[in-house]
């Protein structure tokens, strides 16, 4: 089945478009949708993706989608010009607001950059049956797009422990990629 975009003649919709309208049009419904839609949605993804193009690019697209929506994210709702204890705090709070999940810093080096950082009860995998791995792809890129947009270095984030492994938060490494 062909689609044909809704917006003729020009690039199709973008994220800044599709997230600034908000709530326009759900009067009634409202903002919030249950964590089962939203892994109806990813979910679904995940699997037409391994389908087309393999395990390795469906993991690629899913950290680069979540790179560009950290990094909106981080623009749009973010203060990017506290200092990093305040940023973090913020940010923990806008997560929470919008029930993304509950993060925690466990590490941090200031002089590296790097981080480990677990989130719970995030909608992608929380309550799910182990699966004998990692699944948080999106959260990986996630991650990386809001650090690299408040620091402005290349973050790269790679999940480490995730409820589909039979643990109880997901945990993420973040770091500066350095270019080889």
């Known amino acids: ?59 690629k697209i899913f950290r680069g ?10 623009r749009n709702y973010l203060d990017l010009t506290l200092e990093m204890s305040q940023f973090i705090a913020q940010l923990q709070r806008r997560l929470e607001e919008m029930k993304i999940g509950v993060l925690r810093v466990e590490e941090t080096e200031e002089d590296t950059g790097k981080m480990v950082l677990t989130i719970s009860e995030d909608a992608d995998c929380s309550g799910l049956p182990p699966r004998g791995e990692t699944v948080c792809n999106y959260d990986e890129g996630f991650l990386a797009g809001v650090l690299t947009a408040y620091t402005g270095k290349p973050y790269g984030a790679i999940e480490v422990n995730c409820w589909a492994t039979g643990d109880r938060v997901c945990r993420f490494k973040a770091e500066v990629q350095h270019k080889e």
Do not use: T
């Open 1 to 59: 089945m062909e689609y044909i975009g809704f917006m003729c003649g020009e690039d199709g919709l973008k994220l800044s478009d599709c997230v600034s309208a908000r709530e326009a049009g759900r009067e009634n419904l409202g903002a919030e949708l249950p964590v089962a839609v939203y892994r109806l949605l990813e979910y679904s993804f995940r699997e037409e993706l391994v389908e087309r193009f393999g395990k390795e690019e469906q993991v």
């Open 65 to 74: 989608a979540g790179y560009r929506a950290g990094g909106f994210f981080a």
